[in-house]
């Protein structure tokens, strides 16, 4: 047995003793229907510097016209292909750097400008745990002193900041006796991830945005590393932003679940309705990706063939047509709409089949997955 496992019954989801759920935040402002954090249209193009003069030549549209709310105590999950924009998403959802267009509101309040609220105060509110649990660790700091850090530049003296850093190296399954003098080097990858965890836990966040927190791990201790995400959620009273390109994770973890294509959202809703009955053909299509444990219900066709398109010049209309099977003429022409957010249940998605108004042939009806209909047409032949 691992010192990691021996110190973290929480942690391989077996709590010894039922974790006491605070009765509500007194940090809650505008009560539990509104939204903990809204993004409205972001946008962020990267510009391409080329020629003799290194002038800007084009744009990487990384996050386009982005719109959703996370709700106060879920977990929201950020699905699709590498390159889609998800990291991008969530820098800007922490301002680690600059919008192109677009605005962020925590708790009712906006991000930023002259009355909303500042860098500093939205440090308190929202942590980023990153994939790479090396680069996030200050290797010449023992582990103690890098949790107790924000602590510290925040106010808290330092007797203080180390008493909590080692109450939450204790949370996070750590003996802190045992690992708070350690460096970063002395870890395994999971100790690493559950330090950052706890670093990101000392300013006592509402929100915590996990972009790829588990991708890098084994596939053993990335699930104790998701139940001790689920451990503290309930006890901290926090709200996840979980962000894998890994279905089976987020379908494990998320309450909600938002779909992106090449910096758009393609898709969102309640997580069952999403893997039950996705709506979106590249929704469809990842899911019919997944290696199905029966060999009986594996497909011999991909349900999804070729790379994204370029999103320095993403297709007219539907940026997913000219990798979708059900493509036709409108969808070259009108960009498909996701529709509004209404409630947590709703299921919205930006396909022209969905709108029986939009002149496609299927509209108002969904035809079988691409897999599917690869297995009818491989039983037929
Ligand atoms: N700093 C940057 N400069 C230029 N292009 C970038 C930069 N960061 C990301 N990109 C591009 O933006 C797109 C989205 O990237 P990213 O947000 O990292 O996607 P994901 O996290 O879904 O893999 C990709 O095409 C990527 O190459
Ligand atoms: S809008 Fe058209 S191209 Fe886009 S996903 Fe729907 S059917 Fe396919
Ligand atoms: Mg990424």
């Not at 229907?33 to 080329?50: C, S, V």
């Not at 009986?296 to 070729?306: F, H, K």
Request: with cysteine; charged share 25%.
């Amino acid at each position: 047995m691992t010192p990691e496992s021996r110190t973290a019954p929480e942690a391989a989801g077996q709590p010894s003793r039922p974790v006491p759920v605070p009765p509500g935040d007194p940090r809650d402002r505008g009560g539990k229907a509104q939204p903990i954090l809204t993004a409205e249209n972001l946008r962020r193009y990267f510009p391409i510097h080329g020629g003799v003069l290194m002038r800007k030549i084009a744009a990487v549209k990384a996050v386009d016209d982005v719109s959703f709310t996370v709700l106060k105590g879920e977990t929201l999950g950020v699905v699709g292909e590498s390159g889609c924009g998800k990291s991008t998403l969530a820098r800007l959802l922490m301002c680690l750097m600059p919008l192109d267009a677009g605005k962020l509101v925590f708790d009712g309040d906006p991000i930023g400008g002259a009355s909303g609220l500042s860098l500093r105060e939205l440090r308190r509110n929202m942590q980023i745990v990153f994939q790479d649990s090396d680069a996030s660790l200050n290797p010449r700091l023992p582990i103690e002193d890098s949790i107790a850090y924000g602590p510290r530049v925040h106010g808290m003296p330092k007797g203080a900041a180390r008493k909590l850093a080692h109450d939450l190296l204790q949370r996070v399954g750590l003996r802190p006796e045992l690992f708070g003098t350690r460096y970063p080097h002395e870890l395994s990858g999971g100790q690493k991830q559950r330090v950052n965890i706890a670093r990101a836990l000392a300013l006592n966040p509402r929100l915590l945005i996990l972009d790829e927190a588990v991708s890098a791990l084994d596939k053993s201790v990335a699930a104790q590393v998701l139940n001790l995400l689920r451990y503290l959620k309930r006890h901290f009273n926090l709200t996840y932003v979980f962000i894998s390109h890994d279905l089976n994770v987020v379908q494990y973890i998320a309450d909600r679940v938002l779909v992106m294509y090449l910096g758009q959202i393609v898709e969102i809703g309640p997580a069952d309705a999403i893997y039950r009955q996705p709506k979106h053909p590249y929704t469809r299509a990842l899911l019919d990706s997944r290696l199905d444990p029966d060999p009986r219900e594996r497909v011999e066709t991909a349900p999804l063939s070729g790379d994204p398109p370029n999103p320095i010049n993403p297709p007219s209309g539907c940026r997913f047509r000219t990798r979708c099977p059900f493509a036709e003429e409108v969808c070259a022409q009108t960009p498909p709409e996701l529709g509004e957010w209404i409630d947590r249940a709703s299921h919205l998605t930006a396909c022209h089949m969905a709108n029986p108004a939009s002149g496609h042939s299927c509209a108002g009806k969904l035809p079988p997955s691409t897999a599917r209909l690869a297995r009818v047409e491989a039983v037929a032949s």
